[in-house]
């Protein structure tokens, strides 16, 4: 058994170990075992174990969900370059919910004001208010008092929202491509590119250039002369 | 339960496969000895793909690569952290020494920042300047030619700066600047700060056949699955393997003791093996710790024995004293010169490209030794908190902050890349009353007594860091940026970090020609017990505002010739 399979195996054991009457919402075992291997990114079985646990429960309801994915279009709406759905923005904020347990209360709190709020505003939920409507409701909690020593209960709870929805849209796919981080891939890093200098008014130090890389020789094995200065 | 002994006779024992144990390990076991490595840790090579984190994405977890396993975020190469299960330590007091732990082959080196600076000439000495510490019993002649082979085993870039304490090595060429650090270049130097390129263990060119060179994806945190830069397990214990060594690694396995003999002699050491929780000796001739400063100290004062009744090696008194970290500050600058940036890939390498070494005359100082500066910012990959208050720094432009929509996505685009950070890393002075000692009160999951700390830090350590905020503002000044953040006040220590939090325990096992004031002598042997060496920061007199691992590792080596000599003296 390689190490692949003995933590889906640990893991399922787990699962039958009775992991499944812990959760309010069970997926069924082989939604959860292909849901551990789409992230592939060097847990130890430790972490496997414990990110297994948390995608196999489901913690906030459907509603819930819905008011969430509403409320993360309404932060930010779809644009031609990505949408929150694109960004799989709900789903990392209900994963979240589960690693953070402290964010638990705090969200789920706060979804249940925006319903009151918009129940006595306008004699229904927020989801099933008209936009003008939520953004009526936003407009009201959205901007922090910068004077404030401490912000109500329901602007955190927007900033909250807010910076899970930015957060996890700007660390997705489409995100990443929209803010235009152009790395994590190998390449041979040569400086800063000269028009960037030249915008800044910057330059490299005449005297600072024999102390850098000649990517031309990076493969040629390193000497040395006695005195330490580089000979290849 | 019985203590099951293993059959294999060892040359020597190394306690920990670190930076320290893994040059005990290549050195002595490519003399011929035999050697067993005991690592409490799994085993780990960043080459193997189901450990491997570095090149992924942030949306390939689920988390986006929040800390939430792991102290540095869910990608750093570190299993363990301030906290480990099973695992726990307590304070004295009101201490607050955080002890970070990595619990793996090669262990902290995997993560490490590859800051790989030279003790010089005066770091050695530092009694002598003010009076204050204690002086090493070597000097930095003693040191150079190992610093050297170091250079030219390991590999780090730098410069030739002809700097008296800032000592030149060989070194591999140095990164070009980014834009930030530029602009920092820019606002140092006006305010006469040294800024020079910066020294690290990765491979901006061949060393050798067997590692591959820096592919710039600025990952060292992850450690690199091409061995680019330098983690102890993929550069030294992988070649002393692969070398036809004879090399047992044992991982997964907690050591407990040092075991001796009648005469008081270290036989081998006890372990708890974490997969069948049995304990386990091994023999050998010599004991080699490199488990942590303060991990090895907790193994000595744990080898209680009618021969040694107040701990190995302990007869000073001295083991755990002398605890200290370096000290640390940090601060964050916003510049609006590096609003609205063109993008390119600007990863570089893991870590600065250029900083500032210590560049002041202490006569003019209200704090004794040093620090200092590294360097951070720039245009990188996007994880779990970017993007959090998109738009707070509109405040500083006249403009909203808060609100929802897509102006949004212009806020975060138009700030990402212009704001960076400054850190200061200096030397304290280490004290007597800086300690760690065993718990009577408290056992790991092991059933091993576990470590409780006094730590506090004096007005040295306080004005330093006084002092590092006070530059960090002029040179954001010079900058046109806006500092970011309340100046820390006295009530804040001035910002110093809780000791522990640089992550370079030194000391508890110090070094010294006097048995009674000392643990090991200059060639990091118990004066208690002549098979018994420590190879780790324990040793270290004094810490000096460089970065400790190129000095564990050409004292280690140094150590392990040390070795060799002995036993083929046969006088151990």
Same mark, same amino acid.
């Given at each position: 058994?390689?190490?692949?399979?003995?933590?889906r195996?640990?893991f399922l054991?787990s699962m039958a170990g009775g992991l499944a009457l812990e959760s309010c919402v069970s997926a069924p075992e082989e939604t959860v075992s292909q849901k551990i291997w789409e992230y592939q990114y060097g847990r130890?079985?430790t972490e496997a174990l414990r990110d297994g646990k948390l995608l196999a429960t489901q913690y906030f309801e459907n509603s819930e969900i819905n008011t969430i994915t509403r409320l993360a279009n309404l932060i930010l709406p779809p644009s031609p370059e990505g949408s929150i759905e694109d960004a799989g923005v709900p789903g990392f904020i209900e994963f979240m919910a589960k690693d953070f347990p402290g964010l638990q209360t705090r969200i789920r709190g706060g979804l249940m004001w925006l319903d009151s709020y918009s129940n006595r505003s306008f004699k229904t939920i927020f989801l099933n208010c008209t936009e003008d409507q939520q953004h009526e409701i936003l407009d009201q909690i959205a901007f922090p008092d910068p004077d404030a020593k401490e912000q109500k209960q329901e602007v955190q709870f927007f900033s909250l929202m807010r910076n899970l929805v930015m957060t996890g849209y700007f660390t997705s796919e489409v995100g990443i491509k929209e803010l235009g981080y152009?790395?994590n891939?190998?390449?041979?890093?040569?400086?800063?590119?000269?028009?960037?200098?030249?915008?800044?008014?910057?330059?490299?130090?005449?005297?600072?250039?024999?102390?850098?890389?000649?990517?031309?020789?990076?493969?040629?094995?390193?000497?040395?002369?006695?005195?330490?200065?580089?000979?290849? | 339960?019985?203590?099951?002994?293993?059959?294999?006779?060892?040359?020597?024992?190394?306690?920990?496969?670190?930076?320290?144990?893994?040059?005990?390990?290549?050195?002595?076991?490519?003399?011929?000895?035999?050697?067993?490595?005991?690592?409490?840790?799994?085993?780990?090579?960043?080459?193997?793909?189901?450990?491997?984190t570095?090149?992924k994405w942030p949306y390939q977890s689920p988390r986006r690569g929040a800390g939430t396993t792991r102290a540095f975020g869910e990608f750093d190469?570190?299993?363990?952290?301030?906290?480990?299960?099973?695992?726990?330590?307590?304070?004295?007091?009101?201490?607050?020494?955080?002890?970070?732990?990595?619990?793996?082959?090669?262990?902290?080196?995997?993560?490490?920042?590859?800051?790989?600076?030279?003790?010089?000439?005066?770091?050695?000495?530092?009694?002598?300047?003010?009076?204050?510490?204690?002086?090493?019993?070597?000097?930095?002649?003693?040191?150079?030619?190992?610093?050297?082979?170091?250079?030219?085993?390991?590999?780090?870039?730098?410069?030739?700066?002809?700097?008296?304490?800032?000592?030149?090595?060989?070194?591999?060429?140095?990164?070009?600047?980014?834009?930030?650090?530029?602009?920092?270049?820019?606002? %140092?130097? #006006? +305010? @006469?700060?040294? =800024?020079?390129?910066?020294?690290? $263990?990765?491979?901006?060119?061949?060393?050798? *056949?067997?590692?591959?060179?820096?592919?710039?994806?600025?990952?060292?945190?992850?450690?690199?699955?091409?061995?680019?830069?330098?983690?102890?397990?993929?550069?030294?214990?992988?070649? %002393?393997? #692969? +070398? @036809?060594?004879? =090399?047992?690694?044992?991982?997964? $396995?907690?050591?407990?003791?040092?075991?001796? *003999?009648?005469?008081?002699?270290?036989?081998?050491?006890?372990?708890?093996?974490?997969?069948?929780?049995?304990?386990?000796?091994?023999?050998?001739?010599?004991?080699?710790?490199?488990?942590?400063?303060? +991990?090895?100290?907790?193994?000595?004062?744990?080898?209680? $024995?009618?021969?040694?009744?107040?701990?190995?090696?302990?007869?000073?008194?001295?083991?755990?004293?002398?605890?200290?970290?370096?000290?640390?500050?940090?601060?964050?600058?916003f510049?609006?010169?590096?609003m609205?940036?063109?993008?390119?890939?600007?990863?570089?390498?893991?870590?600065?490209?250029?900083?500032?070494?210590?560049?002041?005359?202490?006569?003019?100082?209200?704090?004794?030794?040093?620090?200092?500066?590294?360097?951070?910012?720039?245009?990188g990959m996007p994880s779990y908190g970017t993007a959090f208050d998109p738009n707070s720094l509109n405040k500083y432009l006249g403009l909203k902050v808060g609100g929802y929509g897509n102006g949004l996505r212009g806020d975060v685009k138009k700030f990402y890349g212009s704001v960076?950070?400054?850190?200061?890393?200096?030397?304290?002075?280490?004290?007597?009353?800086?300690?760690?000692?065993?718990?009577?009160?408290?056992?790991?999951?092991?059933?091993?007594?576990?470590?409780?700390?006094?730590?506090?830090?004096?007005?040295?350590?306080?004005?330093?860091?006084?002092?590092?905020?006070?530059?960090?503002?002029?040179?954001?000044?010079?900058?046109?940026?806006?500092?970011l953040g309340?100046?820390?006040?006295?009530?804040?220590?001035?910002?110093?970090?809780?000791?522990?939090?640089?992550?370079?325990?030194?000391?508890?096992?110090?070094?010294?020609?006097?048995?009674?004031?000392?643990?090991?002598?200059?060639?990091?042997?118990?004066?208690?017990?002549?098979?018994?060496?420590?190879?780790?920061?324990?040793?270290?007199?004094?810490?000096?505002?460089?970065?400790?691992?190129?000095?564990?590792?050409?004292?280690?080596?140094?150590?392990?010739?040390?070795?060799?000599?002995?036993?083929?003296?046969?006088?151990?």
């Open positions: 058994m390689n190490r692949r399979d003995s933590i195996s640990l054991g130890t079985p152009e790395g891939q190998p390449n041979v890093w040569n400086g800063v590119p000269d028009d960037v200098l030249k915008d800044h008014g910057m330059s490299y130090d005449e005297s600072w250039l024999p102390k850098f890389v000649d990517n031309s020789k990076r493969n040629d094995l390193a000497t040395w002369d006695e005195n330490g200065n580089l000979t290849s | 339960m019985q203590i099951i002994e293993n059959e294999k006779k060892y040359d020597v024992i190394i306690v920990g496969s670190g930076a320290g144990g893994g040059m005990a390990t290549k050195v002595l076991a490519d003399s011929g000895l035999k050697v067993a490595v005991i690592e409490a840790g799994p085993f780990f090579d960043p080459a193997n793909p189901d450990q491997q570095q090149l190469m570190a299993y363990g952290g301030w906290e480990i299960d099973g695992e726990p330590y307590n304070q004295v007091g009101d201490s607050q020494f955080d002890w970070f732990r990595s619990r793996m082959l090669g262990g902290r080196t995997n993560h490490w920042g590859r800051i790989s600076l030279r003790f010089g000439p005066r770091d050695f000495k530092g009694k002598d300047r003010d009076g204050l510490g204690e002086n090493w019993p070597i000097g930095y002649e003693d040191v150079k030619p190992y610093y050297d082979k170091v250079d030219k085993l390991i590999g780090v870039f730098g410069s030739k700066e002809g700097m008296y304490n800032e000592p030149d090595g060989y070194f591999l060429p140095a990164p070009k600047p980014r834009l930030h650090e530029l602009y920092y270049k820019k606002g %140092a130097e #006006k +305010s @006469g700060v040294k =800024v020079m390129p910066s020294r690290l $263990s990765i491979l901006t060119k061949r060393i050798n *056949n067997e590692r591959g060179i820096c592919f710039y994806c600025n990952q060292c945190s992850r450690s690199c699955s091409v061995y680019g830069d330098f983690s102890a397990g993929s550069c030294l214990i992988f070649p %002393a393997q #692969k +070398s @036809g060594g004879q =090399v047992d690694l044992y991982v997964n $396995s907690m050591v407990r003791e040092v075991t001796v *003999n009648d005469e008081g002699k270290a036989t081998g050491v006890i372990y708890i093996d974490k997969e069948d929780r049995k304990e386990y000796r091994v023999s050998g001739k010599v004991v080699v710790l490199a488990a942590s400063a303060c +991990s090895s100290a907790r193994i000595l004062l744990n080898s209680k $024995s009618p021969q040694h009744p107040n701990g190995l090696g302990n007869s000073s008194n001295m083991v755990g004293k002398y605890l200290h970290d370096s000290t640390g500050s940090d601060r964050m600058a510049v609006p010169d590096l609205n940036r063109k993008r390119y890939n600007e990863d570089g390498v893991g870590g600065m490209h250029l900083y500032s070494p210590w560049w002041l005359d202490n006569k003019k100082l209200d704090f004794p030794r040093g620090y200092h500066i590294e360097v951070w910012g720039g245009l960076m950070g400054m850190s200061g890393r200096g030397e304290s002075i280490a004290s007597v009353d800086n300690y760690c000692e065993i718990d009577p009160s408290t056992v790991d999951e092991f059933g091993i007594p576990v470590l409780r700390f006094n730590y506090n830090w004096s007005d040295h350590e306080r004005k330093q860091a006084r002092h590092m905020h006070n530059t960090f503002e002029e040179i954001i000044h010079n900058m046109d940026g806006t500092v309340d100046k820390p006040g006295k009530d804040k220590d001035y910002g110093l970090l809780n000791p522990g939090r640089i992550i370079h325990e030194v000391g508890t096992t110090r070094m010294g020609s006097d048995p009674k004031k000392s643990v090991v002598n200059e060639f990091e042997q118990l004066h208690d017990v002549e098979n018994v060496f420590i190879v780790d920061a324990g040793p270290f007199v004094s810490q000096a505002d460089k970065n400790p691992t190129w000095t564990i590792l050409a004292l280690s080596w140094r150590t392990s010739e040390y070795i060799i000599d002995q036993l083929k003296k046969q006088n151990i």
